[in-house]
């Protein structure tokens, strides 16, 4: 039997700050962090986001600077999407497979600069193809499942190549993981980790990224069909188990704050490594609160992330890394 008031004061052990400090039952360090960065083309390149206040895209000189930046920092991992210039998208992203597209020129880059830090390459079609869609799409605009998923074998692969330590596939077609886990094996690349983008939502938090990458005007339609619906959870655990069978190493939610009872669901319902994508939408609401006084963002920023860790996260990717490993290393 536990006791009551007045032998239980809760409050007796939040009292002070030392006391504070020795109850947390969670903790959060840079190490919890991984940045996602924009590649843009050029040399001494920086250009800002207007719906990402704070975030701008680097050229791969800037990715590299980051890069150093994050092991100043003590964030293990960045992530990296590209913005591929117009010219060089097309209907069936072709350029994804280029082994001297940005994406690969910034992997090598990275890794031969700083080979101590991580550095993850999203698998999708959608920064390379003219309609804005993950995959290759049919006559009707229909995204097709497994030609899509040869393409993206071939896409991994190239990254592989190119030196990625973590395949994070965010297309959300069927069958993805399998085929590009026996691919790598097949490549000799043993090590070379999958992180799935296992329950990936059909969200309206992603527009700012869309703005990053370039396909918020050249989206066709919506992304419904191969994105998951809100209203499900059970779908997401046939997902995750899905991913899992096929050989991925760590699995993804996202978004991530909306979405907290999955990351709880998928934690309780696996015991395997777990990442929350705090997204675009995320970020952009924290600083337009800031930017209207509504919050302070230090604050906000440090309480959304210790969210995810209490959820059951072994991290989060969030634009807001840098700054948040500076206030965890201060
Ligand atoms: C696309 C992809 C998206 C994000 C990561 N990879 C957008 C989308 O599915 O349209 C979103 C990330 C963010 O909003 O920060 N494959």
């Known amino acids: 039997m536990s006791a009551t008031y007045p032998a239980l004061r809760l409050r007796r052990t ?22 996602p960065l924009f590649i843009a083309e050029g040399q001494g390149v920086e250009e800002p ?8 895209r680097w050229s791969v000189d800037g990715i590299v600077a980051r890069g150093r930046e ?50 993850l390459t999203d698998v999708a079609l959608d920064p390379y193809t003219t309609h804005g869609h993950d995959g290759l799409v049919d006559a009707a605009g229909y995204v097709m499942n497994d030609a899509t998923v040869e393409a993206l074998v071939a896409q991994a692969l190239n990254q592989a190549a190119a030196g990625s330590d973590i395949i994070a596939p965010s297309d959300m077609m069927d069958g993805r993981i399998g085929a590009i886990r026996g691919a790598l094996e097949s490549d000799g690349r043993h090590n070379v980790q999958v992180m799935s983008y296992a329950a990936k939502y059909a969200s309206a938090f992603y527009g700012p ?3 990053a990458v370039g396909s918020r005007g050249l989206l066709k339609g919506d992304k419904k069909t191969y994105q998951m619906d809100p209203a499900n959870a059970e779908e997401a655990l046939r997902e995750v188990a899905a991913d899992l069978a096929e050989g991925a190493d760590s ?17 309780a319902a696996f015991q395997v490594p777990v ?23 230090d604050a ?8 995810f860790k209490r959820a059951g996260c072994s ?9 948040a490993a500076r206030l965890l290393g201060a």
Do not use: Q
Request: net charge negative; charged share 20%.
């Open 209 to 211: 990224f869309r703005d």
């Open 49 to 56: 986001v207007s719906s990402l206040p704070g975030v701008s």
């Open 315 to 323: 991290g989060v990717l969030t634009y807001h890394a840098a700054h």
């Open 251 to 267: 699995v993804m939610v996202k978004p991530g704050l909306p979405y907290l009872d999955i990351i709880m669901r998928v934690k």
């Open 275 to 297: 990442f929350a994508y705090s997204v675009s939408g995320e970020y952009a609401m924290i600083e337009a609160s800031v930017a209207a006084g509504a919050g302070e963002r």
């Open 14 to 35: 939040r009292a002070t700050d030392w006391s504070r400090r020795l109850h947390a039952e969670t903790v959060l360090t840079p190490a919890d962090l991984i940045w």
């Open 300 to 307: 906000l920023v440090l309480e959304t992330l210790m969210a």
């Open 70 to 119: 994050a092991r100043d920092l003590g964030i293990p991992c960045v992530a990296l999407f590209p913005n591929t210039p117009g010219h060089l998208r097309s209907d069936d992203g072709a350029e994804a497979v280029n082994p001297d597209n940005l994406m690969c020129r910034a992997i090598a880059a990275l890794k031969d600069a700083v080979p101590e830090v991580g550095v």
